[in-house]
Antibody, heavy 120, light 108 residues
């Protein structure tokens, strides 16, 4: 059974940093691209960042470019999102999502999310 | 950057009726790399349709997708009580992997 478990969320002050993690199991992690998608309270889905199976292709939404860094450790079956210079508008539930393929396909499994709240 | 616009914002229908949801792209979506997701309150999204018209594993055949280029449609042939949710389209042919703003399907 595919499982994606996010962690690392919490309350953080504007301008500070936070690192999210996603632990994957139930599939061959290094065969698939992975993504972070966020959802602000009561709002729609916003794609944040994605990384190919070998980290050779990486993309970011304009809203986080230069502040967030996605990475993965295939030996640990883990995905990460380093978030720096956090703003109030980064407050959201952050989902980890697995692609159907290696890079360039839809998201077939999602975690339950970890909540990030940016507030003083 | 491709922008996806979904319509209507809210759709009020009764169980047993047919639902038609629209997703329009600001430019052509390459190779019909268009997906539809369903999200219920308190849950993560679930993949319904990919490649504009292919059903994901385990999705009932009352869900169907169609379209190409810039205009795409999700159709639910006969609404079941569990189908009332928010639906999002997403293009995954280019970066950023934009989502539409969502259509809320509510019980009339």
């Amino acid at each position: 059974e595919v499982q994606l478990v996010e962690s690392g969320g919490g309350l953080v002050q504007p301008g500070r940093s936070l690192r999210l993690s996603c632990a994957a199991s139930g599939f061959t992690f290094d065969d698939y691209a992975m993504h972070w998608v966020r959802q602000a309270p009561g709002k729609g889905l916003e794609w944040v960042s994605g990384i190919s199976w070998n980290s050779g292709s990486i993309g970011y939404a304009d809203s986080v470019k230069g502040r967030f860094t996605i990475s993965r450790d295939n030996a640990k079956n883990s995905l990460y999102l380093q978030m720096n210079s956090l703003r109030a508008e980064d407050t959201a539930l952050y989902y980890c999502a697995k692609e159907l393929g290696s890079y360039g396909s839809p998201f077939d499994y999602w975690g339950q999310g970890t909540l990030v709240t940016v507030s003083s | 950057e491709i922008v996806l616009t979904q319509s209507p914002g809210t759709l009020s229908l009764s169980p047993g009726e047919r639902a038609t949801l629209s997703c329009r792209a600001s430019q052509s979506v390459s190779s019909s790399y268009l997906a539809w997701y369903q999200q219920k309150p308190g849950q993560a999204p679930r993949l319904l349709i990919y490649g504009a018209s292919s059903r994901a594993t385990g999705i009932p055949d009352r869900f169907s997708g169609s379209g190409s280029g810039t205009d795409f449609t999700l159709t639910i042939s006969r609404l079941e009580p569990e189908d009332f949710a928010v639906y999002y389209c997403q293009q995954y042919g280019s970066s950023p992997r934009a989502f539409g703003q969502g259509t809320k399907l509510e019980i009339k």
